[in-house]
């Protein structure tokens, strides 16, 4: 079966900092992946989806990049957060199944830039 | 316009009633959909899909009315267990990429 750690769980960052979120998925190959942003009390904003190795597109303009470096890897970057990039990152992949695309999330990692 | 429009609530409700909540979409291409749960600081899991001739999972029912534009979903005989936020969730997208399109959610509350 499928699936889809991501880490850490918590970050607390200062404004200014780098970040690194990683997501792994298991149990697949080639899968679309994604992230996604929830600020407190709101849904879900996509950052960035993947369709394979090294291909990233970026949904909103902001300091985060993001990158793809194996099939089933996905990482999420910022050279120097904002107070206003805090929030509840999630990675998700999804699959073709019962003629439709399933999607499914990580456990989410909680940042707060402090 | 968003895609997604659902109503934030919050529903609340005692263990045992029934429970509706819709959701609109704006975009008529929309191929395929769901709704979702999400518990309180948890990451949102997958409840059921959503197709035009309805469809049960046990105490929820789901259904989608294409020519209005509407889902909905149905939860008889609320539990306890069943407070969370849902998310109501509808995909668009090419050969082989879909684009996923969450609205902000409704929360239940079931009260004992």
Redesign the interface.
């Known amino acids: 079966s499928q699936t889809i750690h991501q880490w850490p769980a918590t970050l607390v960052q200062p404004v200014g900092s780098p970040l690194s979120l990683e997501c792994t998925v298991e149990g697949t190959s080639n899968p679309n992946l994604y992230w996604y942003r929830q600020a407190a009390g709101r849904g879900l904003q996509l950052l960035f989806y993947s369709v394979g190795i090294g291909q990233i597109s970026s949904e909103v303009p902001q300091n985060l990049s993001a990158s793809r470096p194996q099939d089933r890897q996905f990482i999420l970057s910022s050279k120097k957060l904002l107070l206003s990039d805090s929030g509840f990152y999630l990675c998700a992949w999804s699959e073709y199944n019962r003629g439709s695309y399933e999607q499914y999330f990580g456990p989410g990692t909680r940042l707060t830039v402090t | 316009r968003k895609e997604v429009e659902q109503d934030p609530g919050p529903f609340n409700v005692p263990e045992g009633a029934t429970v509706a909540f819709n959701c609109t979409y704006s975009n008529s291409a929309s ?2 959909f ?1 709704w979702y749960r999400q518990d309180c ?6 409840l059921m ?1 959503v197709y035009s001739s309805g469809n049960e999972d046990g105490r929820f029912t789901a259904q989608l009315n294409r020519a209005s534009q509407y889902i909905s979903l149905l939860i008889r005989d609320s539990k306890l267990s069943d407070s969370a936020t849902y ?1 109501c ?1 509808v ?1 668009r ?1 090419g050969y ?5 399109y ?4 409704t929360k239940l509350n079931v009260k004992p």
């Open positions: 191929q395929s769901f600081r948890k990451e949102p899991k997958l899909s998310l969730v995909i997208g082989n990429f879909n684009k996923f969450f609205g902000s959610g």
